[in-house]
């Protein structure tokens, strides 16, 4: 069983590298309009090149899981500006696509929690399917589709679980194929738990990516381990490696809060839950410090008996 990590958008440690740099709408408003166009490009060009740092970053550490930040292009999805952020940066993003292609990245989105289709509210909806429109130009502006996904949380249950689902089922549909073949699912902390999502995702063909953190947050009375093999199954069709986020809480207190770091202790249940099915899946780090908490878990998890480490970020056991 071969299990790789990676990590999401910063590298910590490179300098000024953060890809997430951005412009509220009233600083944007504020600005000339000869201005405004300018101030996009500088800073979406600063995100671009703090990316491409990052993947070479990656690259030299043979990290080939990488979640790119969501915020890439400030006021991308803006019903008052959503501008062409194409064109301009046509070099860069098919520089960024030729790292993911040369070394084999297998590269991700994970839009916030407030793209969801279970929304009685329409605009709610018709924004949902602006941002996974825009993660989706990004990816094919890299030519990163062959690998790349966008995931997302189900959503609220707006005090009727049933009906939000029947919801979430219907505008599932409006989404173009070519977007929703990217497109996987989530297990969250509060709302929707594994059973639940898992069955969303059969029902929808759509791969299931399990949050280990979440569902110890949110059980709903489920046992991991009677549901494990299936979620892994969920990618079979898609002929693609299953994918995996791990996190550890703050504190008993914050618990839904990501600690700075990921306790062996806490994930090593689930690890040994997986070695029982034994297939090949990749794990996505979500923890305050990033890549050095990726790379301090894998020391940990190759001093385990049985378990030998193949690179800087992957693992066999």
Known sequence: MK?????????????DASPSKTITFARYSALSKSERMDKLKSVTA??????????????AHEIELYRF????????THPEVMWDFVTPFKAEWEELGQLIRQFELRTSFHPNQFTLFTSPRDEVTINAMRDMEYHYKMLEAMDALERG???????????????????????????????????TLENDDKTYD???????????????????????????????????SRIF??????????KVHLSSPKSDQAYRSHADY???EYILPFLKMAKVINRDFDIMIEAKQKNLAMLKLIEEIAAVRGIKR???SAVEW
Request: charged letters at 15%; a neutral charge.
């Open 194 to 228: 594994i059973e639940e999502t898992l069955i969303a995702c059969e029902q929808e063909n759509i791969p299931m990516v399990l949050d280990y953190h979440h569902h110890m947050a949110n059980k709903g009375g489920t046992d991991l381990s009677n549901y494990l």
């Open 149 to 183: 996904i966008i995931n997302i949380h189900i959503g609220g249950a707006y005090g009727d679980k049933e009906s939000a689902l029947g919801r979430f089922h219907q505008n599932i549909k409006k989404i173009p194929a070519n977007i929703k073949k990217h497109m």
């Open 46 to 59: 600063q995100n671009l090149q703090h990316s491409k740092r990052i993947l070479y970053y990656n690259i």
């Open 69 to 76: 930040s969501s915020s890439l292009v400030p006021l991308a």
């Open 3 to 15: 299990i790789r990590f990676g990590y999401v958008a910063n590298a910590l440690g490179l300098w």
């Open 310 to 312: 193949l690179s800087s």
């Open 233 to 242: 199954d969920t990618w079979d069709r898609f002929s693609a490696i299953p």
């Open 262 to 264: 990921v306790s062996l």
